[in-house]
């Protein structure tokens, strides 16, 4: 759920919220003899449509020594078929008038068209032939692995704020996979083989281990007749076990400091949190609300207090994502004003968490964050790529688009008293793991930090 809507927008919309939206029928499914679940939503709002592959295999499903796996098969899917050569698959949706592209984060890997609706047939057959016949030529992976170890130094290794995150979740996440950076350690990435990349692809990518979400001015039937001339003679295939790492529990409270050339310094506190996992849990929903009211909009306790009124920090903010199939933290990072030590703010952010847990949030808190959660659901039917996002994560991560709605309830449901419950559970100090980035002179040259923004994707 975004966190990031400000409440005068939020007001706007108040008119709107009730209001259904003539244009969008609810979304229709079926799955394949192969176990390819194909699921469509109609929005007639343009003659285009969007059309997203969706994996269950991300950077949680890899172990140590192939970390990266994932993200570098992505890349790959783009280096051609006997039928399509490397290169010829993005031209032809160009030529389509067309976009597209994909991500891999830590839970799934998505593959992406955005085009003409009357084109989605021949934008499922390339999508069906690389799942089918992907080249993994040992040439093309040569050439594109150097690319992947690259980006990870510009993206990672260069951004004081990239390190930052990585080894915060290094740190504090023990035993689970989501421990491990999307990108993959550089490590192995200068040891990984092509020969990794075809296993890997053997085991995962199989039309019973991927969602295929259309959403557009479609015809639901026209689109399962397409997904099963186009996939329907792809074999499933038998799909390994998938391994449950439960985190420890922590034994106290964990540090790191980091010394690295910054134009600013960073704290960083970090605490284990658990995913949703079944609908009728609490916590995590408790966990979503009370990031919401720490960093939700302008008026939340995080930039209230340690910005405009105690000047103490230039910027802050809190995030805690409930879904997903690995471990999970709920962070709070905020950047010194001017003046300001590192020290002093690490105090202030750990006496705002330790007020809340003392004394909770007010229904007026919540009042606003729930009005702002209905203002999120109205923009996030704006777009048609947003709609296919939602109901592709959910399916993704083991749940039904059907559960959408359900999850929504029991988020507006979320009382004070579950909230503060939350935080004396689990923001605790010895769960806790604090990071500072304590900076360095930069050196002459050298680009400044990346933005305040937590990384967990990887796009080609």
């Given at each position: ?7 005068g ?66 890349h ?59 080249n ?69 990518y ?30 499933a ?13 922590p ?19 970090a ?12 916590d ?60 002093q ?83 605790t ?32």
């Amino acid at each position: 759920m975004s966190q990031s809507l400000r409440l005068g927008a939020v007001l706007s919309l108040s008119a709107a919220l009730c209001a259904a939206p003539v244009w969008a029928d609810a979304p229709q499914e079926a799955t394949l003899a192969n176990g390819l679940k194909v699921v469509v939503k109609v929005d007639r709002r343009a003659p285009v449509a969007v059309s997203q592959l969706w994996y269950r295999v991300g950077s949680v499903d890899e172990v140590s020594g192939i970390t990266g796996v994932s993200h570098a098969l992505e890349h790959m899917m783009f280096k051609g078929t006997p039928k399509v050569p490397a290169g010829e698959f993005s031209r032809r949706i160009a030529a389509l008038g067309g976009k597209e592209n994909a991500f891999t984060s830590r839970d799934y890997t998505v593959y992406f068209q955005q085009l003409a609706n009357h084109t989605l047939g021949e934008a499922m057959a390339l999508e069906a032939d690389r799942m089918a016949h992907l080249n993994i030529a040992e040439a093309d992976f040569a050439s594109e692995i150097s690319v992947i170890r690259e980006e990870r130094r510009q993206r990672t290794e260069d951004q004081p704020t990239g390190v930052l995150f990585e080894q915060l979740y290094a740190a504090a996440i023990t035993a689970n996979p989501a421990r491990q950076p999307v990108i993959g350690w550089m490590a192995d990435l200068e040891r990984m083989r092509a020969d990794d990349l075809r296993q890997w692809r053997e085991r995962w990518y199989a039309p019973n281990n991927a969602t295929l979400v259309v959403v557009g001015d479609v015809d639901p039937k026209a689109v399962f007749q397409l997904a099963e001339q186009h996939y329907g003679r792809i074999p499933a295939r038998t799909l390994p076990a998938r391994a449950v790492l439960p985190e420890p529990s922590p034994y106290g409270e964990r540090r790191l400091t980091l010394k690295l050339p910054a134009q600013q310094s960073y704290v960083a506190l970090a605490w284990p949190a658990p995913r949703l996992s079944q609908l009728n849990e609490v916590d995590p929903y408790a966990l979503d609300m009370l990031a919401a009211v720490l960093d939700g909009h302008a008026a939340s306790r995080l930039p209230r207090t340690l910005v405009r009124e105690q000047r103490l920090a230039s910027s802050v903010g809190a995030s805690y994502d409930m879904s997903g199939r690995g471990a999970s933290l709920f962070t709070v990072i905020a950047t010194p004003a001017e003046g300001k030590t590192t020290a002093q703010l690490e105090a202030a952010l750990r006496s705002q968490v330790g007020k809340l847990a003392r004394e909770g949030v007010s229904e007026a808190e919540l009042a606003r964050v729930r009005t702002q959660l209905k203002a999120a659901r109205v923009y996030e039917k704006d777009s048609m790529f947003g709609q296919a996002m939602k109901i592709g994560q959910l399916e993704a991560l083991g749940f039904s688009w059907r559960d959408d709605a359900e999850i929504d309830r029991r988020l507006d449901a979320v009382t004070p008293a579950q909230v503060q419950a939350a935080a004396r559970r689990y923001l605790t100090d010895d769960r806790l793991t604090v990071a500072v980035l304590a900076a360095q002179a930069t050196p002459p040259g050298q680009a400044p930090a990346a933005p305040l923004t937590e990384g967990g994707a990887h796009v080609r």
